[in-house]
Nanobody, 126 residues
């Protein structure tokens, strides 16, 4: 069982930066692949970034590649999403998600993660 709490969202102008944090508790953090997803009103929830449980591999949606960076600090049970060069189309609720390394059969871009945070709003003004 894992509980996830996001923080760091807010209002930023286009071209600016934000750093989101996701604090995890409940189980061994290092056993979980962590992902960030986002959802704008009226749209499907979409994959943004993920980092493997082993920590060495990261994955990004084409829409954020080169602008966003995902990282984890296992000592702090926290995963981060550094967002740079933000665009109005990045406006969404951002969700942190966790998937145990033994949970199976789905790609890291799939929304079928076992645990989700409550979301944090990111608004990018033009």
């Amino acid at each position: 069982q894992v509980q996830l709490v996001e923080s760091g969202g807010g209002l930023v102008q286009a071209g600016g930066s934000l750093r989101l944090s996701c604090a995890a508790s409940g189980r061994t953090f290092s056993d979980y692949t962590m992902g960030w997803f986002r959802q704008a009103p009226g749209k499907e929830r979409e994959f943004a970034a993920a980092i493997r449980w082993s920590g060495g591999s990261t994955y990004y949606a084409d829409s954020v590649k080169g602008r966003f960076t995902i990282a984890r600090d296992n000592a702090k049970n926290t995963v981060y999403l550094e967002m740079n060069s933000l665009k109005p189309e990045d406006t969404a609720v951002y969700y942190c998600a966790a998937k145990h390394k033994y949970s199976g059969g789905y790609d890291y871009t799939d929304t079928r993660y076992g645990y989700w945070g409550q979301g944090t709003q990111v608004t990018v003004s033009s």
